[in-house]
């Protein structure tokens, strides 16, 4: 099993940036996508970005050019960075992981949240 835990929520005002992290640890090597992922209440989860260990990405269109997902091996950790933050970036932020499956992109998951197969608790990211 995997255990996913996110840090670096809070709130800030639009124009600022976080840095959210996810701590993942148990059988990471199982690990070939990992994602962060954001709900507001009464609505879904989105995908926000996706990247496999080959370096693909997903980004959704809202946050093209302000967010950056990356990733630590050496600590089994992955980041967002977010840049220009605006008000309607305020959610609940997850982050997920998947193993390799045929057939599955950074694409399908960023679209298919229900595809990821681990989550973190969540952080909130507060706009204003």
């Known amino acids: 099993h995997v255990q996913l835990v996110e840090s670096g929520g809070g709130s800030v005002q639009a124009g600022g940036s976080l840095n959210l992290s996810c701590a993942a640890s148990?059988?990471?090597?199982?690990?070939?996508?990992m994602g962060w992922f954001r709900q507001v209440p009464g609505k879904g989860r989105d995908g926000v970005a996706v990247?496999?260990?080959?370096?693909?990405?997903y980004y959704a269109d809202s946050v093209k050019g302000r967010f950056t997902i990356s990733r630590d091996i050496a600590k089994n950790t992955f980041h967002l960075q977010m840049n220009n933050l605006k008000p309607e970036d305020t959610a609940m932020y997850y982050c997920?992981?998947?193993?390799?499956?045929?057939?599955?992109?950074?694409?399908?998951?960023?679209?298919?949240?229900?595809?990821?197969?681990?989550w973190g608790q969540g952080t909130q990211v507060t706009v204003s």
């Open positions: 997920a992981t998947a193993p390799l499956r045929f057939g599955t992109t950074v694409g399908s998951l960023g679209s298919t949240p229900e595809k990821m197969h681990t």
């Open positions: 148990g059988n990471t090597n199982s690990i070939y996508f």
């Open positions: 990247m496999s260990l080959s370096v693909n990405t």
